[in-house]
């Protein structure tokens, strides 16, 4: 008689627990290729109510849990380490409220990317929200809890974690806070001014609480699009080529990428940029700046924009991309995980340089790119290793190859993004001792009994 | 090895220099025309190398066929100029080589070469085309195309075998002399450009248009006129065989089509764009396009008829946008027989 | 397990691409809408599946209900980003089923149809000779050399809503003078849900069954009443041996009326849902919307999902018969009538018998008896011209 798994029962219900042996398979693993761990239940609540409830358990009978969105992270996170329950927030899925007026949703953490995308779509056209490229069922909260970035990180503002204006969040202890103007007034507008205690829970990969509820910013979502692609064969002009065009202020998304395959794409780069606009006036002369901003690159003749056939541009207007999950059968096998690195816009070059380096030394085939951030303070440089999941060679190849990319990445100066555990050691190893001192001191204040996430942000011995 | 074929003495005696004179995008007056036109037929730099869009217009303008146009390309691959920027030159030559995975297929007349345009198979169907046989693919490509690229040598070092390709794995299995080229550029480079550099060419090509105007002619009793006015948008490569836009107006006749007059047709025709842009020349891509769909829409026109696939590419969005029906000259005759 | 789909199980990314409809609307795979964990989404499933065939994991009473879940919709095939895989996915449900039959490791549902179907001939154990009682009372002729044969499969011969649509679908072909007969008692099962829950031997019997006594008749053309029959006889059939010119009855219909047809008037709201074997099954759309509009005075509406987006009503895949998904508010069928009452239509309209009977309970189950009901596109047609 497994009395833990009745009470989780008590709280969400028999249908919502399950300790059976293909949830569990399941649960203990993820896409990419970090170490399956089996959890000892997997638990679906279906309200703040409810998580309380299982926190409050947990922390009680001392089991580790594991909150889990749509657990693509592709590097592990949401595997648990040390057992316990994974919490998939999925049935969390509920879209609570829009502002149009201040630009903000308030949202369950389990709601998808893609169904935020329909309703606003439909409810509330004038207004959109950055979207990661993640497959359309990653969650909101999943994305937040990552510091991830998206299609609307260059022009508004940055990483989704510089646009959240509020969240509720259940605490190790059960207890349940809201963060932000929402703690105080009614609307969730901002978490300034009230001192920002949001953060703890930004990038935390889930150690020190679980974020229940979400205030995202909104913004304006004009009707016209167009992307334009610039093609170069210099990287080191990359840097330069990219604060032209950023500095503009007139692009959206605006992103450098690398692929051997095509092999027309092969010893190129290449910039997406995507441009949106009220009005063909508006568009007209957005692409105009854009285009005059790198004008002597295109007078030189050695770089320039390449014609985009409609059929090519159709798939390049989504948002997200669905060719990026394409990218993982590559291989034939159905696998991909990728390092992505916060750098300096600079430092692209030097990044490209050793991604080249390095699959040429494991013999494997890549994407390579970066994304720019919050209007060039920085990129989210990304290593993508396509692999065979029937091969465990290739398998592990691919994870030497990203451990080798993490290695590299900070020792350009970047540093690794949502990484697996073992990137996370490489972070810590390099953090400023106090830093990783307050961080451990506002994890044993938040959870004395060490159940969030066990074995993340945290040095192995 | 493959030399133009260009008579210097006949420019040298030239007192319209029309080749300049009739330019759309060059404006000199007569004096300069001469002189800078004097530089390119002695080798030396001049400002036409890099004002030229390579839209092959003054082939046509030129009253003694003496390759005006190609000289241009052969001067500005010796002189290093890339009119188009040098990643994507180097991008387009790669995606469009030969992949060498030609099989044997015999093809017996009439043969429709499809050049490298696999998107276009579905347009290959239906009374106009039954029992043609179909060839494509990269390793027949006309390789024409570089001409925008200022790249003669490539189609120099491709052509050959390109040709070789043609008829030892089509044409000579199919007992085939002849083919139908479906884009005009094809039958441009086996009818004007092969011989203005020397290449044998060892078969004959078919003008589309030609075919088209034949098998409607042959299914008259099956065509039910169409009676609407529809714009043409002359391709650059349609000045290579200018002998050949008469059938434009001898097919609009048996379908019923009106060619309206209109000011960006026949000699006067605009360039789609689609290479200015690979250009960087935006603005003059936008003139050009404005100019033409306006041209187009006054008219009254319902649809805007392409022969050229690139040019269909490049301009069919903006011609709905007006209002008009975007559609290949071979569909618009299926449309005639009712298909 | 067919080599064809051995080799490319490992391709699947778990990208969960599968969950939502190409428009991101909601949920639109009924299994993981009713369930939500992972193992019961089309890549979870296929992850499992890939354990199973290694020996990883057992075949448990789970492991079969998970396999069995699938509804066969195609909305993962729809919406699927790898495009080496996604074409296969329900097919390769199907064959995991189908090694699971063969193993003799079914639900007991499955095990109770099979043997229904397998001794009875249809999933009612009703007698053979009451197949044609839903004729009753209006003189259709068996079928003898007339133009087209009505086939109506096991649901519109024994379900009580199946029976209620075949006769408003044979009233109208026989009221707008269409020539057809009907094969009554002698009709046997399409076996269109025998083969998907997997059970490939007994499908060919019946199919083979079936096409033997087609062609005994002379049977050329044929009019289904369920798009589950219109598709084993139009995509199975051939390679069984029996090819036959096959339409739904919503594919005639819009053409009769717009040609023969004198038309009635209703003012009516109507939104369409699209039965997933006519729709993403067979790419038809176009016909039943075609049929609706040409009635005067219909106002068509449009759920958000709708066309290739359809939310399935749960009832394909064998589930209709063996109720694997049970009901509850996350049931595909309760959701989807809420979706149908939210474009203010006063009419769901539907073109499966089993979607109308589907539909029928959930808006019982809904308490929404006040503000839609369900009809068949053939049943408005009748109302219309009274």
Redesign the interface.
Request: hydrophobic share 35%; proline share 3%; glycine share 6%.
């Given at each position: 008689m497994d009395t833990i798994y009745e009470k989780i029962a008590d709280i969400v219900g028999t249908n919502y627990v399950s300790n059976a042996a293909e949830e569990l398979y399941l649960y203990s693993r993820d896409q990419g290729v970090q170490q399956a761990r089996l959890p000892d239940y997997v638990v679906m609540p279906n309200s703040t109510e409810e998580v309380q409830k299982i926190v409050a358990l947990a922390n009680e009978e001392k089991i580790p849990i594991v909150p889990m969105g749509g657990a693509l992270v592709l590097s592990g996170l949401t595997i648990p380490q040390k057992g316990g329950i994974v919490l998939d927030m999925k049935r969390m899925n509920h879209i609570l409220e829009v502002n149009e007026k201040s630009h903000y949703a308030v949202v369950e953490a389990g709601t998808a990317q893609g169904m935020l995308q329909a309703y606003l779509k439909k409810h509330h056209p004038k207004l959109k929200h950055s979207v990661p490229d993640a497959p359309p069922v990653a969650t909101i909260a999943g994305n937040i809890a990552i510091h991830g970035s998206g299609h609307l990180s260059q022009s508004e503002g940055g990483f989704h974690t510089e646009m959240v204006t509020g969240l509720e969040v259940v605490l190790a202890t059960g207890e349940v806070v809201k963060l932000g103007s929402c703690s105080t007034v009614p609307k969730w507008f901002s978490r300034a001014p009230i001192p920002d205690l949001a953060g703890l829970f930004m990038g935390w990969n889930g150690t020190t609480g679980v974020i229940t509820k979400v205030g995202l910013k909104l913004f304006p979502s004009p009707k016209l699009k167009d992307v334009i692609m610039f093609m170069t064969e210099d990287v080191d002009s990359i840097p330069d080529i990219l604060f032209k065009i950023i500095d503009t202020e007139m692009a959206e998304d605006i992103a450098f990428f690398v692929s051997p395959k095509p092999a027309y794409f092969d010893g190129f780069q290449l910039i997406m940029i995507s441009v949106v606009a009220n009005s063909e006036k508006e568009m007209k002369l957005r692409l105009e700046l854009i285009h005059e901003s790198v004008r002597e690159y295109m007078d030189s003749k050695e770089a320039g924009f390449l014609p985009l056939p409609p059929y090519m541009k159709v798939k390049l207007l989504d948002a997200p991309q669905k060719n990026l999950s394409e990218f993982a059968d590559i291989m034939k096998g159905g696998g991909f995980e990728y390092v992505g690195a916060i750098m300096p816009v600079e430092s692209i070059p030097e990044a490209y340089r050793a991604g080249l380096e390095i699959t040429s030394k494991y013999g494997i085939t890549y994407s390579m790119g970066a994304r720019v951030v919050g209007r060039g303070s920085c990129v989210m440089f990304y290593y993508a290793y396509p692999f065979n999941r029937a091969d465990s060679e290739n398998m592990k190849t691919v994870a030497k190859a990203l451990e080798e990319s993490n290695e590299k990445a900070l020792e350009i100066g970047g540093i690794p993004w949502k990484t697996e555990i073992s990137g996370q050691q490489l972070i810590l190893n390099r953090m400023e001792p106090e830093t990783y001192k307050m961080m451990t001191e506002i994890r044993k204040l938040l959870d004395p009994n060490g159940i969030m996430n066990p074995g993340n942000w945290e040095v192995q011995s | 090895m493959y030399e133009l074929k260009f008579d210097p003495a006949i420019c040298e005696k030239c007192k319209s220099c029309d080749c300049i004179m009739k330019c759309q995008y060059i404006d000199m007056d007569l004096e300069k025309a001469k002189e800078e036109h004097g530089k390119l037929v002695r080798g030396e730099d001049s400002e036409i190398l890099t004002q030229c869009v390579t839209c092959y217009a003054c082939e046509e303008y030129c009253p003694y066929h003496n390759h005006p146009f190609y000289l241009i390309v052969e001067r500005q691959e010796e002189k290093g100029i890339h009119p188009v920027p040098k990643p994507i030159e180097k991008s387009q030559v790669i995606m469009m080589a030969p992949r060498g995975r030609i099989e044997e297929e015999a093809a017996t007349e009439p043969v429709i070469n499809l050049c490298f345009f696999p998107m276009l198979k579905g347009s290959i169907s239906g009374k106009l085309y039954e029992g043609t046989s179909l060839i494509l693919g990269s390793d027949i490509f006309c390789n024409l195309m570089f001409l925008h690229f200022a790249r003669n040598s490539v189609i120099k070092e491709r052509l050959p075998a390109m040709m070789d390709n043609i008829m030892k794995y089509h044409l000579n299995p199919g007992g085939a002399k002849e083919f139908i080229c479906y884009h005009d550029e094809c039958y441009g480079t086996y009818t004007s450009w092969a011989p203005a550099f020397g290449m044998e060419v060892p078969f004959k090509p078919i003008h589309l248009f030609d075919f088209l105007y034949n098998r409607l002619k042959e299914l008259k009793s099956d065509i039910k006129p169409l009676n609407i006015k529809v714009a043409y948008q002359r391709p650059c490569s349609s000045r290579l065989c200018p002998e050949m836009d008469h059938f434009v107006d001898d097919i609009f006749g048996l379908i019923g089509v009106e060619r309206p007059e209109r000011e960006y047709d026949r000699e006067n025709a605009l360039c789609c764009g689609g290479v200015l842009e690979a250009q960087q020349r935006f603005d003059l891509t936008e003139e050009n396009q404005t100019k033409n769909i306006e041209d187009m829409v006054a008219t009254g026109a319902t649809h805007c008829v392409f022969n050229c696939p690139f040019c269909f590419f490049t301009l069919m969005g903006k011609v709905s946008e007006k209002g008009m029906t975007p559609i290949l000259m071979s569909d618009l005759c299926r449309m005639a027989l009712g298909e | 397990m067919k080599k064809e789909y051995a080799d490319i199980i490992?391709?699947?990314?778990?990208?969960?691409?599968c969950?939502?409809p190409t428009?991101?609307?909601?949920f639109n795979c009924p299994a993981y809408l009713k369930?939500?964990?992972?193992?019961f989404s089309s890549g979870?499933r296929m992850?499992?599946l890939r354990?199973w065939l290694n020996g990883?994991?057992?075949t448990?009473e789970?492991?079969q209900q998970?396999f069995f879940s699938c509804v066969t919709c195609k909305n993962c095939v729809e919406a699927c980003?790898?495009?080496?895989?996604k074409d296969k996915l329900v097919d390769i449900f199907i064959a995991a089923r189908e090694d699971l039959v063969e193993q003799g490791t079914v639900p007991p549902p499955v095990r109770d149809y099979l043997k229904a179907m397998s001794i009875s001939g249809n999933p009612y154990k009703k007698p053979q000779a009451e197949r044609g009682a839903w004729a009753e009372g209006l003189n259709i002729p068996r079928y003898t050399d007339e133009e087209y044969l009505f086939y109506v499969g096991d649901v519109g011969s024994y379900d009580e809503v199946g029976m209620k649509m075949a006769r408003s679908v044979a009233t109208l072909l026989s009221d707008t003078g269409v020539s057809f007969g009907i094969l009554g008692e002698d009709e046997t099962s399409d076996g269109n849900d025998v083969k998907t829950l997997g059970e490939a031997g007994l499908y060919e019997h019946l199919a083979k069954q079936n096409i033997d006594i087609l062609k005994e008749r002379g049977v050329k053309k044929i009019i289904t009443l369920s798009p589950h029959g219109y598709n084993a006889i139009k995509n199975e059939y051939p390679n069984a041996g029996g090819t036959f010119e096959v339409y739904h009855y919503t594919q005639v219909l819009g053409l009769m009326m717009n040609d023969t047809m004198p038309k009635g008037t209703l003012n009516k709201k109507v939104t369409f849902h699209d039965p997933c074997y006519l729709g993403r099954w067979n790419d038809e759309y176009w016909a039943p919307r075609f049929a609706l509009g040409s009635i005067p005075g219909i106002e068509l509406a449009e759920m958000?999902r709708n066309m290739k987006n359809a939310l399935c009503c749960g009832g394909g895949g064998g589930n209709f018969f063996t109720d694997i998904l049970g009901t509850g508010e996350d049931s595909a069928a309760q959701v989807r009538v809420k979706e149908a009452v939210e474009t203010g239509a006063e009419i769901l309209a539907v073109a499966c018998p089993i979607c109308y009977k589907m539909l029928d309970d959930a808006i019982k189950a809904e308490n929404l008896e006040e503000k839609i009901r369900v009809m068949d596109v053939a049943e408005i047609v009748n109302e219309s011209r009274k």
């Open positions: - | - | 490992h391709r699947c990314f778990r990208c969960g691409w969950k939502l428009n991101y609307q909601d369930y939500r964990f992972e193992t979870g992850w499992l354990a990883d994991i057992q448990s789970r492991l998970i980003a790898l495009p080496n895989i958000d």
